[in-house]
């Protein structure tokens, strides 16, 4: 881990982050309200942004304005490093005209482009996720998917097949090379 560059709030936030700071400090101050809760960056020694959950209160001195504050920052580096991948993931793929789309360990899907969903007949993504991954495929070839190739996925982390996928209104077949990725 690094360290940060200063030891007062102020002076490790991000330049492109005091202003909100300002704005939200005053606004605590006047009392205009009674916390703050911000998504920030604090900049380490050598450099690198640390992004965080900022919480700030103040205690009161009876009587006037407020006495301390407390600052309660949670690293939220992580969480936004994957927030922004998948906002980079989600803008390739609505562009895409291949069928592209994520699911969770259990099939459910969680996401389905619009290409994707036109390709098999869904209308909405509300449509898309009320299915599951088997759903997309012929009752013949579902025990395959869900006991053989699937498994072998999760186990070796990527699979591809050249499969039949089930158009939903009309219930025509769909050949398609269907590769699948876990993260």
Not at 24 to 40: P, S
Not at 84 to 112: H, N, T, W
Request: glycine share 6%.
């Amino acid at each position: 881990q690094g360290e940060l560059t200063g030891s007062t709030i102020d002076s490790i936030t991000f330049t492109e982050d005091s202003a909100a700071d300002a704005r939200n400090m005053h606004r605590l101050v006047t009392g205009e309200i009674r916390e703050f809760t911000a998504q920030k960056r604090f900049q380490q020694k050598n450099g690198d942004l640390v992004w965080v959950k900022l919480t700030v209160s103040p205690t009161w001195q009876v009587g006037s304005g407020p006495e301390h504050y407390i600052a309660i920052a949670e690293d939220i580096t992580e969480r936004r490093r994957a927030e922004e991948e998948r906002e980079k993931f989600v803008a390739l793929a609505d562009s895409s005209q291949e069928f592209i789309g994520m699911c969770d360990l259990e099939f459910r899907p969680l996401y389905v482009n619009a290409a994707g969903m036109k390709l098999v007949g869904l209308d909405s993504l509300q449509e898309a996720l009320r299915i599951t991954v088997p759903d997309c495929f012929f009752p013949e070839d579902r025990a395959f998917v869900t006991q053989q190739f699937l498994p072998y996925v999760v186990r070796q982390g990527h699979g591809e097949i050249e499969i039949r996928f089930r158009h939903f209104k009309t219930g025509a077949a769909l050949w398609m090379n269907y590769k699948v990725f876990t993260l």
